[in-house]
């Protein structure tokens, strides 16, 4: 059996080589078969708790009775529908989405980048259509947006954007953190800031508090209209549903995606009133954004967020994680920092490879994400227990002691 398992993986990986365009580099040898709770199930017949859900993805976990139930339920009546027509689903998902935050409107697409091209294309529309265009958006160094043209623009990282120059003009970066950097970029052109309140795919590096309310006076008093990218931070991610509540202000457009709709694909922009008039009919649309599977999916994740508690769990947890991290870290020598919010955490290595640190920690049953070469991401299920935490503790600590 473990032999024909074996024949298995090395099929797949063999067939991805010659067939798949080679964008994720060397993929981890796992074929997942299907999921449960917090784990993953290979076709090795092995067990792997996912302390990276699908990379913050996976809010309910894997195979949720309730989010599979209203995938079914949907499937059953109609998976897609044109936007030329109402659908329910799509209207109560705004409905709810209003209901719960700053924002007045609501466009739907299908990923992160795409919600972040409809929050910058809104931007510029908004100052367009006032007649007086204002296209410059000041991005952080280091942030990350997306992968499509505009959104590679936009990221603060010369290496996701010099292979495909030229890249779209009408972005200046900034060091992250820095107000004084980003008073003297603004000049008459500036329309916008967009900013990420963790920093997720260059370290998990979260905004000083003091910083992001800087931020939102100056862009009131200088009407200037302030972006959040919540795409890796929302939706519970960091203890409270946007990371913005937990400092302090409100934006005038969001994005979310990931763990939106708990593995199907689905991404959202948001907006204030104000700011919304940026879109009219005929300005912006998506042929998939916004349809009834995805957006019956997105319900069903809201309401098991609301009716488990799920808010709670992610503080709950953080707080005994966090501690656990820090008494490995006296205890191993080997860990330089830990950074985070919720259940968003980066492990800074002081010593070794992340990618080595990854790869051990898979050995023995526990996926997580390396970015860099030093920084071990965690972004596992909201409904992760302390008693699960506890099995990833002893097995982190094992790793980095060099056990076997």
């Not at 007649?131 to 410059?136: D, M, V």
């Not at 708990?262 to 009133?273: D, E, F, H």
């Amino acid at each position: 059996m473990e032999e024909k398992q074996d024949t298995k993986l090395q099929q797949i990986i063999g067939y991805d080589e010659a067939y798949y365009m080679p964008v994720f580099g060397k993929r981890v040898p796992l074929v997942v078969d299907h999921g449960r709770g917090v784990y993953l199930y290979g076709t090795d017949g092995k067990k792997y708790m996912d302390m990276i859900g699908g990379i913050a993805v996976n809010t309910l976990g894997h195979n949720n009775g309730k989010l599979v139930r209203a995938i079914s339920s949907q499937a059953r009546k109609v998976i897609h529908c044109c936007n030329y027509y109402y659908n329910e689903p799509q209207t109560m998902l705004a409905k709810k989405l209003v209901d719960m935050s700053f924002a007045d409107k609501v466009f739907f697409a299908n990923s992160g980048a795409e919600a972040n091209e409809g929050a910058i294309k809104l931007a510029r529309g908004y100052w367009s259509k006032k007649g007086t265009p204002k296209p410059k958006i000041i991005t952080a160094k280091m942030s990350f947006h997306g992968r499509t043209l505009a959104t590679i623009a936009a990221t603060g990282q010369e290496k996701f954007r010099a292979p495909f120059a030229p890249v779209m003009p009408g972005f200046d970066y900034v060091p992250f953190n820095d107000f004084e950097a980003l008073k003297k970029a603004v000049d008459a052109q500036t329309g916008a800031i967009m900013l990420e309140l963790i920093q997720g795919e260059s370290g998990v590096h979260p905004a000083d508090f003091d910083y992001i309310q800087a931020v939102r006076k100056f862009c009131t008093q200088n009407k200037i209209l302030l972006i959040i990218d919540e795409v890796q931070t929302g939706v519970g991610r960091t203890g409270t549903f946007f990371a913005y509540e937990q400092y302090g202000i409100q934006p005038d457009i969001a994005t979310l995606a990931k763990g939106l709709a708990g593995g199907v694909p689905i991404g959202a922009v948001l907006a204030n009133q104000s700011a919304a008039t940026g879109f009219g009919p005929g300005d912006h649309g998506s042929t998939f954004g916004g349809n009834p599977l995805a957006c019956a999916a997105a319900l069903a994740v809201l309401e098991e967020i609301e009716s488990k508690g799920l808010l709670n769990n992610v503080n709950n947890v953080n707080a005994y994680l966090v501690k656990k991290l820090n008494s490995i870290a006296k205890k191993t020598k080997k860990i330089a920092e830990v950074r985070g919010k919720g259940l968003l955490i980066g492990i800074e290595l002081d010593s070794g490879s992340a990618s080595d640190v990854k790869m051990k920690l898979f050995e023995k049953g526990f996926l997580v994400s390396s970015i860099g070469s030093n920084v071990i991401r965690l972004a596992p299920p909201l409904i992760i227990s302390k008693f699960q935490i506890i099995k990833f503790i002893s097995a982190l600590q094992d790793v980095l002691e060099g056990k076997e």
